[in-house]
């Protein structure tokens, strides 16, 4: 009996950009346009990754569930903290820093948030530089692709280990 069976997290449907495309049961996002996770980061310490499958633009970070995602690239407004694939990091349509490793095709991309630090990983090696602080608002791990870009989404049975102490994203029926 599976009754009490959570789903996993996924790609929420319902959040995506007009011309987003999500396959693969909320696992991969393609198209144009960004999607949300259908689960907020509740938990004091969570990872996630993206695989890039097919360069192109794109973006990972996290977002406010009222971020507007029908249009690429995200980090254009005070809703979202994103990771482009130029490994810069944007906020409030600012770049705030670079990362010391640029991803690329092929590379798998880890997030870590604390709800003070959201920081990248690339192929497992933490990528200096791209740090945003004090988040005080529930934010939403956000993705977008454009121009050709597929990425896949894990949010668990992951690449690379978390980091210590950083577990997997649950829902709030798992947390209780």
Not at 58 to 79: F, I, M
Not at 95 to 103: A, D, E, G, R
Not at 114 to 121: E, T
Request: aromatic residues 10%; glycine residues 10%.
């Amino acid at each position: 009996n599976n009754s009490n069976t959570v789903s996993p997290v996924c790609l929420d449907s319902t959040r995506i950009g007009s011309e987003t495309v999500i396959v693969k049961s909320g696992r991969r996002i393609c198209g144009a346009g960004g999607a949300l996770a259908d689960t907020p980061l509740n938990q004091d310490k969570t990872y996630f990754e993206i695989k890039v499958q097919a360069s192109g633009i794109w973006g990972v970070g996290v977002a406010s569930r009222d971020v507007c995602l029908d249009k690429a690239p995200l980090g254009t407004d005070s809703r979202s903290w994103l990771l482009r694939q130029d490994g810069t990091c944007w906020h409030a349509n600012e770049p705030l820093s670079t990362l010391s490793i640029v991803p690329s095709e092929g590379d798998i991309i880890g997030v870590t948030f604390d709800h003070v630090q959201l920081q990248f990983y690339v192929n497992g090696k933490l990528a200096d530089g791209c740090v945003a602080s004090n988040l005080h608002t529930l934010v939403y791990p956000v993705f977008y692709v454009d121009d050709g870009a597929i990425i896949d989404v894990n949010f668990e049975k992951f690449y690379y280990e978390p980091p210590q102490g950083y577990s997997c994203m649950m829902k709030e029926q798992d947390m209780l």
